[in-house]
């Protein structure tokens, strides 16, 4: 049993909010758009790190990261991607893997917006933990724990870390 804390969209900031949500996580996941390396280190010394590269980080970031990481957490195929889009909205090159292999949880950032959607077609969980930094248009930050147990996904939460102007 892993308990998991999901972030996307750091924009390279970090608070204490976010730490202090992600102290009882086995490990830490996050969806891309980290911002800044010290946030991969600072999360690295934290709890194990799983993280992909988005569309604003730099080359030490994408040197460092991948664009897609996908493992088998517990029994659960996972893929993590930043820009994956939502059930009928994926982007055409992600719609034909997603229709050769698709994961029991795919996970992604980018749009800002927290979405926890179960994909019928696909018979998949896809998660967008929303933003957790202080740059974008989203006016709530927000990130994702839940707990992988053998092959089930539970004790899902969506947590608020406050407006988005507040530091």
């Known amino acids: 049993m892993k308990r998991i804390g999901l972030l996307s969209d750091t924009h390279g900031y970090l608070d204490d909010r976010i730490l202090n949500y992600l102290n009882d996580c086995d490990e830490v996941w996050h969806a891309g758009d980290v911002g800044d390396i010290e946030v991969v280190r600072e999360l690295e010394r934290l709890k ?9 980080d730099g080359s030490a970031l994408r040197l460092e990261l991948s664009k897609d990481l996908k493992f088998t957490c517990e029994g659960v195929d996972v893929w993590i991607t ?5 059930p009928k909205h994926y982007p055409g090159d992600l719609l034909k893997e997603l229709r050769m292999n698709p994961p029991k949880l795919f996970i992604c950032g980018h749009s800002h917006i ?3 959607i179960f994909d019928e077609r696909f018979k998949m ?8 930094g202080i740059q974008g248009f989203h006016k709530v930050r927000t990130m994702v724990r839940f707990t ?3 092959d089930k996904l539970k004790d899902m939460e969506a947590i608020e870390l406050g407006q988005r102007a507040v530091i």
Do not use: E, M, Q, T
């Open 125 to 132: 969980l896809c998660i967008n933990p929303g933003a957790a």
């Open 148 to 150: 992988v147990d053998r």
């Open 48 to 56: 194990p790190l799983k993280a992909v590269y988005g569309n604003i």
């Open 82 to 86: 930043h820009i994956g889009g939502y």
């Open 114 to 116: 927290l979405r926890v």
